[in-house]
Nanobody, 115 residues
Framework: QVQLVESGGGLVQPGGSLRLSCEASGIAFRLYAMGWYRQAPGKQRELVADVSGFGITTYADSVKGRFTISRDNAKNTVYLQMTNLKSEDTAVYYC?????????WGQGTQVTVSS
């Protein structure tokens, strides 16, 4: 049974930092691409960043230079380091494991950026 468990969300002031973690179980983690998505109230879910099994990363333009995605295959974990957070980063952040034929989502973790 595949499980993706996110953690690390919370309330942070503008300009602050957070690190999200997503631990996977039930899959051969190193073979899967891993992505972080977010969904703000009233908006569609959008890709924030992803990392392939080979470590190739992509980022949404809105987070380039502020967010860093990384993975630790020994720990079956993908991270999202978020810096210089802005109010518009407020959303539920979801972890996704996927191939071209399959995907699985975590339950999400809330990130709120507010003074």
């Amino acid at each position: 049974q595949v499980q993706l468990v996110e953690s690390g969300g919370g309330l942070v002031q503008p300009g602050g930092s957070l690190r999200l973690s997503c631990e996977a179980s039930g899959i051969a983690f190193r073979l899967y691409a891993m992505g972080w998505y977010r969904q703000a109230p009233g908006k569609q879910r959008e890709l924030v960043a992803d990392v392939s099994g080979f470590g190739i990363t992509t980022y949404a333009d809105s987070v380039k230079g502020r967010f860093t995605i990384s993975r630790d295959n020994a720990k079956n974990t993908v991270y999202l380091q978020m810096t210089n957070l802005k109010s518009e980063d407020t959303a539920v952040y979801y972890c996704k494991a996927y191939t071209t034929l399959w995907s699985s989502w975590g339950q999400g973790t809330q990130v709120t950026v507010s003074s």
